[in-house]
């Protein structure tokens, strides 16, 4: 596509439940990364997929958060027995490979709040 | 671990002043440096970047030293206008290979008043 897409753009869910959210990279590009972007902790680096393979899962704030990225292109998000402190924007990002000077592209993000 | 430091504002001038917004880091090896701007309502955008010391980035009017003996990349723009209103992001990733991801300063909320 023609840049990285995310969906939803907004969730609002109540407090326990599940939600998944879903990144769909830039044709081609290898690398995938997740960032959560909220008001009292600023942009923090949550995962990175190289491929479909997840090597560094210790950005993930609790076990109730994981991810998966299939056929090397669409990844997701899951947040399980959402908590009030898990609102935030979440923010994918694409890149040709990971590689720290590769540029990253952002989608628009999805702004969840948790009731 | 790797860490970016920078003002956090908000910053309000007026147009056609001159904007400089400080950024200092700590890393080791040679990271590469960013800076993403995010205008209301949109995603993040990369601005310009630097991959090695004393490179400069630019664009669209903004520029950045990488500046290793001082850890610095400093954003600056000669005469900013309305349309810079936005919020500034310095980031940093790893050294050459590895550690493709960002780690991001808190951000500057620029505010440029007519």
């Known amino acids: 596509g023609a840049g990285v897409s995310q969906s939803p753009s907004n969730k609002v869910t109540e407090k326990g439940k599940d939600v998944e959210l879903r990144c769909d990279p830039i044709?081609?590009?290898?690398?995938l990364y997740w960032y959560r972007q909220s008001l009292g902790q600023g942009l923090e680096f949550l995962i990175y997929f190289q491929g479909n393979s997840a090597p560094d899962k210790s950005g993930l704030p609790s076990d109730r958060f994981s991810a998966e990225r299939t056929g090397g292109s669409v990844s997701t998000l899951t947040i399980q027995r959402t908590q009030q402190e898990d609102s935030a924007v979440y923010l994918c990002a694409s890149s040709t490979a990971w590689i720290g000077k590769n540029i990253q592209y952002f989608g628009a993000g999805t702004r969840l709040s948790v009731l | 671990g790797n860490s970016v430091t920078q003002m956090e504002g908000p910053v309000t001038l007026s147009e056609e002043a001159f904007l400089t917004i400080n950024c200092t880091y700590t890393?080791?090896?040679?990271?590469?440096l960013f800076w993403y701007v995010q205008y209301p309502g949109e995603g993040l955008q990369l601005l310009l970047k630097?991959?090695?010391?004393?490179d400069k980035g630019s664009n669209k009017g903004f520029e950045a030293t990488y500046r290793k003996e001082t850890t610095s990349f400093h954003l600056e723009k000669g005469s900013v206008q309305v349309s810079d209103s936005a919020v500034y992001f310095c980031?940093?990733?790893?050294?050459?290979?590895?550690?493709?991801?960002?780690?991001f300063g808190k951000g500057t909320k620029l505010s440029v008043k007519p």
């Open positions: 980031a940093l990733s790893g050294d050459g290979g590895s550690q493709g991801n960002l780690i």
């Open positions: 630097a991959t090695k010391a004393d």
């Open positions: 890393a080791t090896g040679y990271p590469s």
């Open positions: 044709s081609g590009h290898t690398a």
